[in-house]
């Protein structure tokens, strides 16, 4: 099995900053891409930044320049730093991993979501 766990989320004010940690553990071969979507309330989930093994990434419009997704394959960890923070990034934060398994299996895994709320 492989478990996704995030952390990371709070209260921040306008224009700060906070980041965002996805630990992927378990029977774990090798992570591939890693997706960090977001979930306002009332709305569906969107993908706002992506990785990939070989670190290629890319951005959703209303993030870019704001957010930077990074990650340590030694620690199997990806990271979202999160600036310049809006009311409307408020949201739950959930984290994608494409992993292939020890065990010669390839699936892809959800984390339980962390929750980010902007405001004054």
């Known amino acids: 099995q492989v478990q996704l766990v995030e952390s990371g989320g709070g209260l921040v004010q306008p224009g700060g900053s906070l980041r965002l940690s996805c630990a992927v553990s378990?029977?774990?071969?090798?992570?591939?891409?890693v997706g960090w979507y977001y979930q306002a309330a009332g709305n569906e989930r969107e993908l706002g930044a992506g990785?990939?093994?070989?670190?290629?990434?890319a951005y959703a419009g209303s993030v870019k320049g704001r957010f930077i997704i990074s990650r340590d394959n030694v620690k199997n960890t990806i990271y979202l730093q999160m600036n310049s923070l809006k009311p409307e990034d408020t949201g739950t934060y959930y984290c994608?991993?494409?992993?292939?398994?020890?065990?010669?299996?390839?699936?892809?895994?959800w984390g339980q979501g962390t929750r980010v709320t902007v405001s004054s």
């Open positions: 994608k991993a494409d992993v292939e398994s020890d065990n010669f299996q390839i699936g892809a895994y």
């Open positions: 378990g029977r774990v071969y090798k992570i591939n891409r």
């Open positions: 990785i990939t093994g070989t670190g290629t990434t």
